[in-house]
């Protein structure tokens, strides 16, 4: 059985019951334990927030979802936007950290409400607060950065002048939005390659193999490579994709 994104299971110990092999694909929430592919989340993650560092910013905010349990999902992606500032000696403010409640069943437009009550006022009352507000907002998944986009956008926040944006999946439909977004890319050819080999492993019951080419070129001509960090466990590389989104703070955009 493969499950696909997150679990969104409270009680771990559930899984347990199930007597077929499960394989957990990209999924963040997963219990450890079991075989998984999952995309190079920290250091995808710690790459896109070095190249909005690139651009001059230094107060980045980032912004996720919580998990069934209440905790913010994509840890290690938080893990790379940490590992980032820390690189840069930027230090960490634990306030520019947002983790919003989505009611899964209506993420749309729960999550729009959401970043109404707890983002928007960051950009619309920057002028006016005693501390210092983000120049850059990281979201953590395409999923939530389109209705983000979406508030921000029909509230007259300009993308990239008042608040750079970047975010992680590289959803196609994010290159078409009023502003292309710059995003981490998870190829989804490769991801579902590495999970056909994985499937087939555990069907001879064969450890992954510790490499696995792929068919993406990379920018050097060779081919990108998944990555075993543990006999059950693939790693999918991604790669930056540009997009209009981000600009040197208090400039216009390239």
Request: hydrophobic share 40%; charged share 20%; proline share 7%.
């Amino acid at each position: 059985m493969v499950f696909v994104g997150p679990c969104l299971v409270r009680d771990e110990s559930r899984f347990a019951l199930i007597r077929t092999s499960l394989l957990f694909v990209v999924s963040d929430d997963a219990p450890t334990e079991y075989p998984s592919v999952s995309s190079d989340d920290f250091s995808g993650s710690k790459s896109m927030v070095n190249a909005i560092i690139e651009k001059g910013h230094r107060r980045i905010a980032v912004l996720t979802d919580n998990n069934a349990n209440g905790k913010p999902n994509y840890q290690q992606r938080l893990a790379g936007y940490r590992a980032s500032l820390s690189d840069h000696d930027i230090a960490f403010n634990p306030s520019f950290v947002h983790s919003l409640p989505v009611n899964f069943g209506d993420y749309l437009n729960s999550s729009e409400q959401l970043v109404k009550r707890h983002i928007l006022p960051l950009v619309q009352c920057r002028a006016s607060m005693l501390a210092p507000q983000p120049t850059a907002l990281f979201v953590l998944s395409d999923f939530l950065a389109l209705p983000t986009m979406r508030v921000l956008w029909n509230s007259d926040i300009r993308i990239p002048q008042e608040l750079s944006l970047a975010s992680y999946g590289g959803w196609v439909v994010t290159k078409f939005m009023p502003v292309s977004i710059q995003s981490w890319v998870q190829p989804v050819r490769d991801l579902l390659k590495a999970t056909i080999s994985a499937i087939s492993c555990l069907l001879h019951d064969e450890p992954f193999p510790k490499t696995l080419t792929l068919s993406r070129t990379c920018t050097d001509g060779g081919h990108a490579t998944a990555y075993a960090i543990s006999t059950r466990r693939l790693v999918v590389p991604g790669y930056l994709r540009a997009g209009q989104s981000l600009c040197t703070p208090g400039r216009q955009p390239d």
